[in-house]
């Protein structure tokens, strides 16, 4: 890359553009899961050779982190492409001293999967969290006629962005959420390993909610008395969903849960872990557990600065934890509810691990001596100690109900209307409360 480079700046080029590989790199290269600003040491290493302008990319989503890498003289361009999507005012935000109020790209790769596979739902090029991105004409924000008092039952995702729309359109604004924390579910989506910077939208909402006039209470479970004493104009449901456990013969003392619960940090008992369902969560469940008992991000770097072991070793400590995992799929192909850009990555995190997949695997009976399994018609027992349901959700639409048969304006939201993924609760979210108080 050096020799490329000078040969540019001899070739008379204006600035460089570095970056760490492009879409299909064996290296991830823009993914939730690459800290933040890790290809700046490339942009520094030909920096140090070259005298024209260098730029750099991948994964800077804050200004502070771009500020930061043009004072240590790293690079002397920053460029941001996601960033813009997930926020069109960055920079504007950046400027006027307001970085804290920027929407971060997560890292999703939702954007993408718009790109890539052509989904006739997705217009092109959309942002999961900007409900705007890519339809700014079509889909302003309404100036009301009317000012309501606007209600809205859960924290979620959609909840938190029904709320945004409703005040930004002048409304009054009140969340009740049942938990002591905003989030819903998007918590628990951000704690599988390389999933952290998912957590940034919920502080988003944090930070930008009470700024627009948002009444956040937390702790709150509504019921129609609690909903009544708001006196409401119009009610927003946002209750979300619930996990789905199958209907299977269970022997009494074997230890089942959901993987909801795995996430939230409730212990798991033995060491044969068996997770039912290989979509999207029951695969991120199941890299979770295998990585329980590795080395950690700490630990590997003070054995690094020290050479305390050789690298195989390390690489050994690292992709052994404490558990023996096998995920166990009823169709073919795992994850394919996932993101496109998440989703090689993820199927890699499971070999890597050693977690052992079983498609095409149907699941008869648990007991505690295992689970009873059926492959192509033969069926056999699998050690489990302990199986984790990844078996999909069902709506919470109970409270809606009763609030229907109390209130004249009450509507669905999210997950509670239909379960999907984050841009379907943001984007329905943004939609329905647009139309509904513009
Ligand atoms: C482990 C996991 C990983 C995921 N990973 C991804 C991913 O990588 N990408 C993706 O796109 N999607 C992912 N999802 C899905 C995504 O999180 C959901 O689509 C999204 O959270 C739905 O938002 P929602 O607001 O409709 O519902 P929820 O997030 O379920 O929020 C509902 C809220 O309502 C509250 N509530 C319910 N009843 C009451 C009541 N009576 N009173 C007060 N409050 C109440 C709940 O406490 C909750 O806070 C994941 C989900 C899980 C569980
Ligand atoms: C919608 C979209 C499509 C992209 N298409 C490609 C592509 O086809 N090949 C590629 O190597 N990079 C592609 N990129 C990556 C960008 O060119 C850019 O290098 C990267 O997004 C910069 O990182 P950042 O988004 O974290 O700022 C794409 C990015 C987006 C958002
Ligand atoms: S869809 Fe996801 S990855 Fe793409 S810009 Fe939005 S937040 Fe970032």
């Given at each position: 890359a050096r020799i490329f480079a000078r040969e540019l700046q001899n070739a008379s080029v204006d600035f460089i553009n570095i970056t760490g590989g492009w879409h299909q790199s064996r290296v991830p290269q823009i993914q939730a899961e690459v800290p933040r600003g890790n290809y700046v040491y490339l942009a520094q290493k030909i920096r140090e050779q070259i005298d024209i302008p260098i730029a750099i990319g991948n994964r800077i989503n804050d200004p502070a982190l771009a500020e930061a890498i043009l004072q240590r003289g790293q690079a002397d361009l920053i460029s941001v492409a996601r960033g813009f999507l997930a926020d069109d005012e960055w920079a504007v935000k950046a400027r006027s001293g307001q970085a804290d109020k920027i929407r971060k790209c997560i890292a999703c790769m939702t954007c993408l999967d718009?790109?890539?596979?052509?989904?006739?739902?997705?217009?092109?090029?959309?942002?999961?969290?900007?409900?705007?991105?890519?339809?700014?004409?079509?889909?302003?924000?309404?100036?009301?006629?009317?000012?309501?008092?606007?209600?809205?039952?859960?924290?979620?995702?959609?909840?938190?962005?029904?709320?945004?729309?409703?005040?930004?359109?002048?409304?009054?604004?009140?969340?009740?959420?049942?938990?002591?924390?905003?989030?819903?579910?998007?918590?628990?989506?951000?704690?599988?390993?390389?999933?952290?910077?998912?957590?940034?939208?919920?502080?988003?909402?944090?930070?930008?909610?009470?700024?627009l006039g948002v009444q956040l209470k937390t702790e709150v479970l509504a019921d129609v008395d609690v909903v009544a004493s708001e006196n409401p104009d119009i009610i927003l449901v946002a209750t979300g969903a619930q996990p789905h456990t199958p209907p299977l013969p269970t022997e009494a003392g074997t230890q089942v849960m959901q993987a909801w619960q795995v996430l939230a940090?409730?212990?798991?008992?033995?060491?044969?872990?068996?997770?039912?369902?290989?979509?999207?969560?029951?695969?991120?469940?199941?890299?979770?557990?295998?990585?329980?008992?590795?080395?950690?991000?700490?630990?590997?770097?003070?054995m690094m600065l020290h050479q305390a072991e050789e690298i195989e070793v390390l690489q050994e400590l690292l992709t052994h934890g404490s558990y023996r995992v096998t995920l166990l799929e009823m169709g073919k192909g795992l994850a394919r509810d996932m993101a496109r850009g998440m989703r090689w990555t993820a199927l890699k995190h499971l070999r890597t691990l050693g977690v052992e997949v079983r498609e095409e695997t149907k699941v008869i009976a648990i007991g505690t001596k295992g689970v009873e399994?059926?492959?192509a018609g033969q069926s056999t027992t699998i050690p489990a100690d302990t199986v984790v349901f990844a078996t999909g959700v069902a709506s919470c639409n109970r409270l809606y109900q009763s609030l229907k048969e109390s209130f004249p304006n009450v509507h669905l939201l999210g997950d509670a209307l239909q379960p999907g993924k984050l841009i379907d609760a943001i984007h329905n979210s943004f939609e329905k409360t647009n139309d509904l108080l513009g």
């Amino acid at each position: 890359a050096r020799i490329f480079a000078r040969e540019l700046q001899n070739a008379s080029v204006d600035f460089i553009n570095i970056t760490g590989g492009w879409h299909q790199s064996r290296v991830p290269q823009i993914q939730a899961e690459v800290p933040r600003g890790n290809y700046v040491y490339l942009a520094q290493k030909i920096r140090e050779q070259i005298d024209i302008p260098i730029a750099i990319g991948n994964r800077i989503n804050d200004p502070a982190l771009a500020e930061a890498i043009l004072q240590r003289g790293q690079a002397d361009l920053i460029s941001v492409a996601r960033g813009f999507l997930a926020d069109d005012e960055w920079a504007v935000k950046a400027r006027s001293g307001q970085a804290d109020k920027i929407r971060k790209c997560i890292a999703c790769m939702t954007c993408l999967d718009g790109v890539f596979l052509e989904k006739a739902d997705l217009p092109g090029v959309t942002c999961a969290i900007n409900a705007q991105a890519g339809m700014e004409e079509t889909r302003q924000i309404k100036k009301p006629r009317q000012q309501y008092r606007v209600v809205i039952i859960g924290a979620g995702p959609a909840g938190l962005e029904a709320a945004r729309v409703a005040a930004l359109q002048g409304h009054e604004v009140v969340i009740l959420e049942k938990e002591n924390h905003l989030g819903g579910q998007w918590r628990l989506a951000s704690i599988p390993p390389g999933k952290e910077e998912f957590y940034s939208l919920i502080d988003y909402y944090q930070e930008v909610l009470p700024a627009l006039g948002v009444q956040l209470k937390t702790e709150v479970l509504a019921d129609v008395d609690v909903v009544a004493s708001e006196n409401p104009d119009i009610i927003l449901v946002a209750t979300g969903a619930q996990p789905h456990t199958p209907p299977l013969p269970t022997e009494a003392g074997t230890q089942v849960m959901q993987a909801w619960q795995v996430l939230a940090g409730e212990p798991v008992k033995g060491e044969n872990i068996v997770v039912v369902g290989g979509g999207a969560t029951g695969c991120e469940t199941a890299i979770y557990l295998a990585e329980q008992g590795t080395l950690s991000a700490d630990s590997l770097r003070f054995m690094m600065l020290h050479q305390a072991e050789e690298i195989e070793v390390l690489q050994e400590l690292l992709t052994h934890g404490s558990y023996r995992v096998t995920l166990l799929e009823m169709g073919k192909g795992l994850a394919r509810d996932m993101a496109r850009g998440m989703r090689w990555t993820a199927l890699k995190h499971l070999r890597t691990l050693g977690v052992e997949v079983r498609e095409e695997t149907k699941v008869i009976a648990i007991g505690t001596k295992g689970v009873e399994i059926e492959t192509a018609g033969q069926s056999t027992t699998i050690p489990a100690d302990t199986v984790v349901f990844a078996t999909g959700v069902a709506s919470c639409n109970r409270l809606y109900q009763s609030l229907k048969e109390s209130f004249p304006n009450v509507h669905l939201l999210g997950d509670a209307l239909q379960p999907g993924k984050l841009i379907d609760a943001i984007h329905n979210s943004f939609e329905k409360t647009n139309d509904l108080l513009g």
